[in-house]
Nanobody, 123 residues
Framework: QVQLVESGGGLVQAGGSLRLSCAASGRAFSSYAMGWFRQAPGKEREFVAAFSWSRAVTYYAGSVKGRFTISTDNAKNTMYLQMNSLKPEDTAVYYC????????????????WGQGTQVTVSS
């Protein structure tokens, strides 16, 4: 079992930056694949970025590649999402998720979810 708590969301102007944090408690998150997803109003939840310990690879959605960076601090059991050059279309509730080591980019691959943090980008 792992519990996930996101923080760091807020209101930012287009072109600005935010850093989201996902604090994990319970089992060490190096046992899991970790991901970020987002859901905009009226839309399905979509993949943003993920890190797989077992595969030692990082995945990014095409819409955020080059602007967002996922990172982890094992000592703090915390995952981050650095978001730069934000656009109004990045507005959404952002969720962190944990899944088995082989989890990738699909929602259904992840077993544990945080409560979400709102990111709003104004034009």
């Amino acid at each position: 079992q792992v519990q996930l708590v996101e923080s760091g969301g807020g209101l930012v102007q287009a072109g600005g930056s935010l850093r989201l944090s996902c604090a994990a408690s319970g089992r060490a998150f190096s046992s899991y694949a970790m991901g970020w997803f987002r859901q905009a109003p009226g839309k399905e939840r979509e993949f943003v970025a993920a890190f797989s310990w077992s595969r030692a690879v990082t995945y990014y959605a095409g819409s955020v590649k080059g602007r967002f960076t996922i990172s982890t601090d094992n000592a703090k059991n915390t995952m981050y999402l650095q978001m730069n050059s934000l656009k109004p279309e990045d507005t959404a509730v952002y969720y962190c998720a944990a899944g088995p080591p082989g989890a990738g980019i699909l929602n259904d691959e992840y077993d544990y979810w945080g409560q979400g943090t709102q990111v709003t980008v104004s034009s």
